[in-house]
């Protein structure tokens, strides 16, 4: 079962040097004018230029987390980037960026 494959957010993956590992089908769309699928292999940070390689470098050295939301072309979007691991083991990053609403609920559980 390949469930991210058609998920309806950006899912990439790469690796803790940023070689892009994995991206999902909304994510290749979304960089199609990069190359989509074909980023496969490629290091990340060569797509961002300037003050957001030197913030992605921080991130990929501190693997820390980096969550906030943009507006680009009238859509608003959760970015969330996250260190991931492999057998406890520090192995990448995770980028996932998903539509949201410009209004949206918030609900106080517990």
Same mark, same amino acid.
Not at 10 to 34: Q, R
Not at 86 to 93: L, P, S, T
């Given at each position: 079962? &390949?469930?991210? %494959?058609?998920?309806?957010?950006?899912?990439?993956?790469? @690796? %803790?040097?940023?070689?892009?590992?994995?991206? &999902?089908?909304?994510?290749?769309?979304? !960089?199609? =004018? @990069?190359?989509?699928? /074909?980023?496969?292999?490629? &290091?990340? +940070? @060569?797509?961002?230029?300037?003050? =957001?390689? *030197?913030?992605?470098?921080? +991130?990929? /050295?501190?693997?820390?987390? &980096?969550?906030?939301?943009?507006? %680009? %072309?009238?859509?608003?979007?959760?970015?969330? *980037? =996250?260190?991931? !691991?492999? @057998?406890? *083991?520090? /192995?990448?990053?995770?980028?996932? =960026?998903?539509?949201?609403? !410009?209004?949206?609920?918030? !609900?106080?559980?517990?």
């Amino acid at each position: 079962m &390949n469930w991210l %494959k058609e998920f309806p957010a950006a899912v990439t993956v790469c @690796d %803790k040097e940023g070689i892009l590992l994995e991206m &999902n089908d909304k994510a290749a769309k979304t !960089f199609e =004018s @990069d190359g989509g699928y /074909a980023l496969i292999g490629k &290091n990340m +940070l @060569d797509c961002h230029p300037g003050l =957001s390689r *030197q913030k992605t470098e921080r +991130l990929l /050295a501190a693997r820390e987390k &980096n969550v906030y939301t943009i507006e %680009k %072309k009238g859509v608003k979007k959760l970015i969330y *980037q =996250s260190p991931w !691991f492999e @057998d406890g *083991q520090y /192995a990448g990053f995770v980028e996932i =960026s998903l539509e949201i609403p !410009f209004e949206m609920p918030h !609900f106080m559980r517990g």
